[in-house]
């Protein structure tokens, strides 16, 4: 299996069900923000995602927020919605992981990796011997960074199924 492949894909965080979670074996699910749960330097998160999150918890899961982006801007988003948080995670680097899996006090392959981004959310995940869902980007994103990302994305994201929709 690539390094660059999730384990599955789904066009919203909203559109992952206790069901899913119960097949990948999941306990504690690490969070992006940025096109995850929220639109870009957003301190809103789109709509549905603050009831997803309950929901999710009170089936028991474990949800920490694992963001490349400051304190600054992770720190109030995550209390904002409930929830604890490892900001500066430097993803697809190991340390970030760590910190998040320190916090849930859970095995890789009992965590849960979801994110919008293959070269940072996915490809971590499986360094770190992690499951992981890709998500679409919801919103257009501005900076030459997330642009060349994208641009390396666009080949893989087209070999990658939606979950749950047909071979049409």
Known sequence: MSLFMPTIALRK?????PEILKKLGTDAILLDVDNTLAPPDSKIPYEGVQ????RTKACGIHIVI???NFKKRIKPFADSVGLDCVAMSLKPFPFGFERAK?????K??????VGDQIYTDVLGANMAGMRSILLLPRS????????????MEKGKRKKIKLYGEDEG
């Open 13 to 17: 965080v909203t559109d992952i069900t």
């Open 51 to 54: 009831e997803w999150i309950d």
């Open 66 to 68: 694992c963001s490349n």
């Open 102 to 106: 320190r916090k849930l006090r859970e």
């Open 108 to 113: 890789p392959q009992s965590v849960l990796v």
């Open 140 to 151: 257009e994103e501005h900076g030459w960074s997330i642009w060349l990302r994208r641009k």
